[in-house]
C-alpha cells in the first residue's frame, strides 16, 4: 500500500503510461503479424511453386533418360546395318566384276531372246520344210551353234539376276540404315529438347530460391520482433494488471479515511444541534456499513 499522495500521482500516471504502451504494443503486434503473414503465404506460394518445377523436371528427365535408352538403341542398330550395307556393297561389286568378265568373253553381245527365237525359226524350218541334206546339215550346225551362245548368253542372264537381287538387297538395307539414322537423329533431338527444358526449369528454381531468401530472413526477424513485441505487451499487462490493484486499494482506504472524517464532522453537527444534510446522513450511514 502507497502512503503518500506523491506516490499515488506517480503511479497513476504509470498505470496510464503503461495502458498507452499497451494500446501502441498491440498496434505493433498486429502490424507484425500481419507482416510476418504475408510473407509466410509469399513463401508458401513460391514453395509451391518450387515443388510444381521440380516435379516437371522429374518428368523430363525420366523422358530424356527413355530417350537416350533408346538413342543408344538405336545407335546399335544403326551400326549394325551400316555393317550390312558394307556387306551388300561388297556382294554387289563382286557381282558385277563376274557380270563385266562373263559380258567380255562372250562373242555374242546381243539378246537372249532374239537368239532363242531365231532356234525355234530354224527347227521349225527343219522339221516343216522339205530340203536337200546338205541344206538340212547346215541348218542343223547353224542351230548348235546358235545354241552354244544361247547357253553362254543364258549365264549372263543369271548373273543380270544376281545382279539386280544384289542391287535390291544393297539399296533396302542403306534404305533402312538411312531411316535408322534419321530415327537417331530425331530422338537426340527430342532427348536435347527435354534437357533444355530441365535447364529453363533448373534456372527459374534458382531464381525462385534466390528470391525466398531474403523474404526468409525478413520472417525470421519479423518472428522474433512478434516474440520480442509479445513479450512487452505481456510484461505492461501484469504491470497494469499489478497497478490496477494497488490504485484500487488505495481508493477504498482513501473512500474509508474521508467517510470517517466526515462522520465526525456530522457528529460535531449533532453534538451542537446542528440540522443535517442529506449527504450527512449517507456518510454517516456508510461508515456504519
Known amino acids: 500500500m502507497v502512503e503518500n499522495s506523491s506516490g499515488i500521482r506517480e503511479l497513476r500516471q504509470e ?4 495502458k498507452k504502451e499497451i494500446f501502441q504494443l498491440r498496434s505493433a503486434l498486429t502490424a507484425l503479424s500481419a507482416e510476418k ?20 523436371m522429374k518428368a523430363l528427365k525420366d523422358e530424356r533418360d527413355a530417350l537416350t535408352k ?10 549394325k546395318l551400316n555393317s550390312a550395307v558394307k556387306e551388300k556393297a561388297s556382294e554387289k561389286k563382286k557381282v558385277e566384276e563376274k557380270r563385266d568378265e562373263i559380258q567380255s568373253e ?40 546358235l545354241q552354244a551362245r544361247y547357253k553362254e548368253a ?46 529453363s526449369l ?27 513485441t509479445k513479450k512487452k505487451l505481456d510484461e505492461a499487462a ?11 486499494e488505495d481508493d477504498e482506504r482513501s473512500f474509508t479515511q474521508k467517510a470517517q472524517e466526515r462522520t465526525m464532522e456530522v457528529r460535531e453537527k449533532i453534538k451542537k444541534g446542528k440540522k443535517l444534510s442529506t449527504e450527512d446522513i449517507l456518510a454517516f450511514q456508510a461508515l456504519k456499513e
Open 15 to 18: 498505470f496510464e503510461q503503461k
Open 37 to 56: 503473414e504475408t510473407i509466410f503465404h509469399q513463401l508458401k506460394s513460391s514453395g509451391q511453386k518450387v515443388k510444381s518445377l521440380a516435379a516437371s
Open 70 to 79: 533408346q538413342v543408344q538403341e538405336l545407335k546399335g542398330e544403326r551400326a
Open 106 to 145: 562372250l562373242e555374242y553381245k546381243g539378246n537372249p531372246r532374239a537368239l532363242k527365237h531365231e532356234i525355234e525359226v530354224l527347227e521349225r524350218k527343219i522339221e516343216t520344210e522339205v530340203m536337200p541334206f546338205s541344206k538340212e546339215q547346215q541348218l542343223r550346225k547353224r542351230v548348235k551353234e
Open 154 to 199: 543364258t549365264k549372263l542372264g543369271e548373273v543380270w539376276k544376281e545382279v539386280n537381287t544384289s542391287s535390291a538387297d544393297f539399296s533396302e538395307t542403306r534404305r533402312q540404315a538411312e531411316e535408322s539414322h534419321h530415327s537417331v537423329q530425331e530422338k537426340a533431338q527430342e532427348a536435347q529438347q527435354r534437357h533444355e527444358k530441365m535447364t
Open 202 to 228: 533448373l534456372q527459374e528454381i534458382k531464381k525462385l530460391r534466390a528470391e525466398e531468401k531474403p523474404q526468409a530472413d525478413k520472417y525470421t526477424q519479423l518472428k522474433e520482433e512478434v516474440a520480442q
Open 238 to 248: 501484469a504491470r497494469v494488471e499489478e497497478l490496477r490493484k494497488i490504485l484500487h
